[in-house]
Antibody, heavy 116, light 110 residues
Framework: EVQLVESGGGLVQPGGSLRLSCAASGITFRNNWMHWVRQAPGKGLLWVSYINSDGSTTTYADSVKGRFTISRDNAKNTVYLQMNSLRAEDTAVYYC??????????WGLGTLVTVS | QSALTQPRSVSGSPGQSVTISCTGTSSDVGAYNYISWYQQHPGRAPKLLIYDVSLRPSGVPDRFSGSKSGSTASLTLSGLQAEDDADYYCCSYAGTYTWMFGGGTKVTVL
């Protein structure tokens, strides 16, 4: 069974930084593309970032480009999201998700980031 | 990167069918058959219902079906059940390894 567990969320001041982690189990992590998706309180889903299986390709939503960095450590079965220059509008639950045929077939429970 | 357009809400009685539309452009929904749909209950993580426009992952009931015509994708819920009361989101691949979600649709089972 695929399990994704996010951690690292919390309260941070505007302009601050935070690093989220997502630990995967039950899959051959090094073979999987991964995503970060966020959901602001009471709002819809927003795709944030993508990383391919070996970390050589990364992409970002325009709203986070230049401030967020996705990375992975296949030896630790973990994907990260480094978030810098945080803004109030970055407040959200951040989910990591596994890619399957350009969809997201497994999701973690999410970690809450509050910028205030 | 604008969100795909979904109706804010739809409703139906148990046993009825409802359809949710997801309208994009020729650069996303119209360009790729990588359309997926997700169900989200309050306080829960999203769950994949449909991928590749019309394919269902193992365990998803065949009451859920997907289709696409031009730049509009659709999700149909047949034989509505109380547990279908939830939010539904479409998502499309938009090229160069970027994706976009719809704004979400609240389905109410009357």
């Amino acid at each position: 069974e695929v399990q994704l567990v996010e951690s690292g969320g919390g309260l941070v001041q505007p302009g601050g930084s935070l690093r989220l982690s997502c630990a995967a189990s039950g899959i051959t992590f090094r073979n999987n593309w991964m995503h970060w998706v966020r959901q602001a309180p009471g709002k819809g889903l927003l795709w944030v970032s993508y990383i391919n299986s070996d970390g050589s390709t990364t992409t970002y939503a325009d709203s986070v480009k230049g401030r967020f960095t996705i990375s992975r450590d296949n030896a630790k079965n973990t994907v990260y999201l480094q978030m810098n220059s945080l803004r109030a509008e970055d407040t959200a639950v951040y989910y990591c998700a596994r890619d399957r045929s350009y969809s997201k077939d497994s999701w973690g429970l999410g970690t809450l980031v509050t910028v205030s | 990167q604008s969100a795909l357009t979904q109706p804010r809400s739809v409703s139906g009685s148990p046993g009825q069918s409802v359809t949710i539309s997801c309208t994009g452009t020729s650069s996303d929904v119209g360009a790729y058959n990588y359309i997926s749909w997700y169900q989200q209950h309050p306080g829960r993580a999203p769950k994949l219902l449909i991928y590749d426009v019309s394919l269902r992952p193992s365990g998803v009931p065949d009451r859920f079906s997907g289709s696409k015509s031009g730049s509009t994708a659709s999700l149909t819920l047949s034989g509505l059940q109380a547990e279908d009361d939830a939010d539904y989101y479409c998502c499309s691949y938009a090229g160069t390894y970027t994706w976009m979600f719809g704004g979400g649709t609240k389905v109410t089972v009357l």
